[in-house]
Structure formats: structure tokens, C-alpha cells
């Protein structure tokens, strides 16, 4: 069926790209973003500029470019901005993370050198390894949101936006679980002025943002703008919302290489992870609280996929560790070994084996850009609220009440494309081929 499609905004004027925590992650992302527009680097690893989409039936040969397809914001047109606990500009703190080399870092220095952080909403009961002195203080978490709400206007102004986009590049805070707090924005603005200790720094961004109207991601597994007063507030403000923790490393595989599995119907007695990392996120991470909500976004991935409930012959009580490692030499190069744990034919048991040597803040750069650009484009669409065609980019994707989060990496990215094939009025593509031999 033909759908009407929708009137999309095109993308005129500048785009401001607010980023909490200008750490490895997004570093490695302005920089990147600023060696690309050099045509010194190539985008390797975002949808928005190298892939393509099909369109129509397959003997059409219409597969345009994904940025040709629906108008994007272009990267000329992004300006950067951000907070962080530590006062280095951007180029100083690239340097630190040490993931980019000298010649990237030196050719895009006099861009990345004046993006300097403004001082973030920060407090060690949410993330205990670390420590900086550029903290805002205030006499209570609404003051703090006002001076981020504050920031934001002044970005704007100086920069001549047309339009915002915020996503959380933060550590890994605590573990939270929903609270009375989190219940309506009345109960959640309250806490914000009685100092609630169910309300995390994220959480403050996160409603400084939507105030604003700004769309947000959150790329960590805190619990920040998934509950359900700010998913109301995004809904009312006509604001779109997305997280959460990008899917880079070992979680991407599982995404990966489970759906195989289950669709072949091989059976599994285990899948055991361990990871060793070195950056500041490892450092984070070696706290048990801020552990075990990464953990927590781990392993639902698995149960989600596989489905043990319908399928108990084959999933029934399978064993799912993750563990993590602060390993300081390894700096932002993350190991992944997995081994798991399966059978086939008549219960005969068969291994697989994984070490995958990644780079984490190389993989989770191009979530951000493609972050950025869709979500810009969803706002210029009038979505609003949890925008689950964009779970691809998720290790616990954002999903409506009721519903099971969809974790196959490969249902994803069709749910992805069909939903700008929507956009743009076009046939979605059910992949049925019955057509062909009518």
C-alpha cells in the first residue's frame, strides 16, 4: 500500500549538537565529524552517509543513497557544544582519550580547540570514580536544569541555531530504579526542587532538553529519560526521544549472531562475555552500582531475542554472564571474548567462539552522527516521544508501555528503512517476492 507520506521541514540554517560528558566518545565524534567535512576520513560505520535504501520492487534498481533519499541536515552545517566535569577543551581531551592519531587530531585542531565545556551537572553519589572541578552548584537540582536551560539559550544565540539536538555521551551513573519521582512531571518537578535522590545528573539534561524542545538520546544504560514523567513531557512538548547505551562492541555481535541462531532453531546452554577496557568508561564500570546497570542492559538483550518462552525446548534456563574488566592499558581498544555454548541435531552440543578487538569510542562516533541526523529529521517530521525505529542503535531500545522491546538487529533496521520509506510516501518493503513469479 502507497502511504500519503508526511510534510517534512527542510533542514535551513545550523544545527547545534549538545553533548553532556566531552569524553572519549564524543571526541572521537567531533573530530571525526570535522576530518570528514576535510575529506581527510571517510564516515565509516553511519547509515545517514553510506548507506542506501531500496525503493519499489527490486527490478526497479532504485536504491539512492539514504541522505539523498530524505533531507538530512548536512555536516557543514552541525556546530558542537557541551559539558564536562573536566575543564580541557575538546582537542586537550581527545588527546587524553587517545583513540585518534596525531595527524587526524593535528588537521582538525583549530576547530576542536575552540570548543571549550561549560560546567556540568555532576555529583559522586551517581558516578563514584570520578572526579572534576568543573561542577555547577546550586541550591537545588531545578536551579541546575535552569543553568543548563540557560547554557542552551546561550549556544543558540551566539551561534545562530536554527535548531537543537541533545544526546547524553555521559558516564555510566549508578543504578536507579523507577521511583514515585519519576511517576508525572508534577511529582518530577517537585523532586527537582525538594533535591529528590531518585533524580540523576542525566535526568536533569534530559528535562532541561525537553523544556527546550530539544530532541534527546541518551548513548549510556542509566535510567534517564525512559520513565514515565519525561516520556509525557517529550509527548507534550511535541519532542522526540530515543535511547539507550549505544550498541557497540560484544552486545552488536549478540545482536548479530542470535538471530541467527534462533532462526536456524539451534539450540543454547550458555553465552558467557567478559570484557577488559582501559578508558574512563572501564574506570567507571570498575564500581559495582555503576557495573550493574550496564549489566543490567547486557543481559536483557538475549532473553529479548531468542524468546525461551516460546521456544523452551531450545532456550529453556540458558546461562547469561557478562563480565567487565577495568584493565588501564588497554585504553579505549575494548577486548570481547564470548563463548557460547550451543547444540544442534538430537541435543549433540557444538561451541563458538569469540574474541573481537574493538574500538569502542570508533564504533560509538557514527551512533552519534546518525543520532543527531535523525532525530533532527523526526523533528522536522512532528514525531514526538519514543521514536523505537531508531532501537538499531540501542543496547535496551525505548518502547511503548506494553510492548517488548525488538532487539534483531536485523528486524531493527528494516523497522529503521521502512519507517523513512513512510516518511517519504513510498511502498514499504515486506521482503515477501511473491510477486515476481505471479
Not at 55 to 70: A, H, M, N, S, Y
Request: proline share 6%; net charge positive.
Amino acid at each position: 500500500m502507497i502511504q500519503k507520506g508526511v510534510k517534512i521541514e527542510l533542514p535551513s540554517g545550523k544545527l547545534g549538537v549538545l553533548i553532556p560528558g566531552l569524553g572519549a566518545v564524543s571526541t572521537t565524534f567531533i573530530a571525526g565529524v570535522e576530518a570528514i567535512k576535510k575529506k581527510i576520513a571517510l564516515p565509516v560505520g553511519s547509515l545517514t552517509q553510506l548507506g542506501t535504501i531500496r525503493l519499489g520492487k527490486r527490478t526497479e534498481r532504485r536504491v539512492p543513497k539514504i541522505q539523498d533519499f530524505v533531507p538530512l541536515a548536512s555536516l557543514d552545517s552541525l556546530v558542537f557544544g557541551g559539558w564536562d566535569i573536566y575543564g580541557d577543551n575538546c582537542y586537550e581531551s581527545a588527546v587524553k582519550a587517545g583513540v585518534l592519531d596525531k595527524v587526524h587530531l593535528e588537521a582538525v585542531r583549530p576547530q576542536i580547540e575552540k570548543i571549550k565545556p561549560w560546567r556540568a551537572v555532576f555529583s559522586q553519589d551517581y558516578v563514584k570514580r570520578l572526579q572534576g572541578p568543573n561542577v555547577k552548584s546550586g541550591k537545588n537540582k531545578m536551579e541546575l536544569a535552569e543553568q543548563v536551560m540557560d547554557d542552551i539559550e546561550q549556544f543558540r544565540k551566539t551561534n545562530k541555531l536554527s535548531r537543537l539536538v541533545m544526546v547524553w555521551c555521559g558516564s555510566t551513573e549508578a543504578y536507579l530504579k523507577p521511583a514515585a519521582v519519576h511517576g508525572s512531571i508534577q511529582a518530577f518537578e517537585k523532586g527537582l526542587r525538594d533535591n529528590d535522590p531518585s533524580i540523576s545528573p542525566s535526568m536533569v539534561y534530559a528535562y532541561a532538553a525537553l523544556c527546550k524542545r530539544i530532541p534527546f538520546a541518551n548513548g549510556a544504560p542509566n535510567l534517564t529519560v525512559d520513565v514515565p514523567a519525561l516520556t509525557e513531557l517529550a509527548q507534550e512538548k511535541g519532542t522526540p526521544i530515543c535511547g539507550k547505551d549505544f550498541k557497540t562492541g560484544q552486545t552488536l555481535m549478540k545482536t548479530i549472531i542470535a538471530p541467527g541462531l534462533k532462526s536456524r532453531m539451534l539450540g543454547m546452554n550458555g553465552w558467557f562475555s567478559t570484557n577488559i577496557l582501559g578508558n574512563r568508561d572501564g574506570e567507571v564500570l570498575d564500581d559495582p552500582d555503576s557495573f550493574k546497570t550496564k549489566e543490567e542492559s547486557k543481559l536483557s538483550v538475549l532473553d529479548q531475542i531468542l524468546q525461551p518462552e516460546l521456544y523452551p525446548d531450545l532456550y529453556k534456563n540458558f546461562t547469561h554472564k557478562v563480565r567487565i574488566h577495568y584493565y588501564p592499558p588497554r585504553g579505549d581498544n575494548k577486548e570481547g571474548w564470548d563463548n557460547i555454548d550451543i547444540y544442534g541435531w538430537l541435543g549433540y552440543p557444538m561451541q563458538i567462539k569469540i574474541n573481537f578487538l574493538c574500538r569502542d569510542s570508533i564504533l560509538a562516533a557514527p551512533i552519534v552522527l546518525d543520532l543527531v541526523l535523525f532525530l533532527d529529521l523526526a523533528q522536522r517530521c512532528g514525531m514526538r516521544g519514543i521514536q523505537e525505529w531508531l532501537s538499531f542503535y540501542f543496547k535496551s531500545p525505548m518502547h511503548a508501555t506494553g510492548l517488548y522491546p525488538e532487539h534483531d538487529l536485523f528486524i531493527q533496521l528494516m523497522k529503521l528503512k521502512n519507517t523513512l520509506r513512510y516518511l517519504k510516501g513510498e511502498d514499504l518493503i515486506t521482503h515477501l517476492g511473491m510477486e515476481y513469479y505471479d
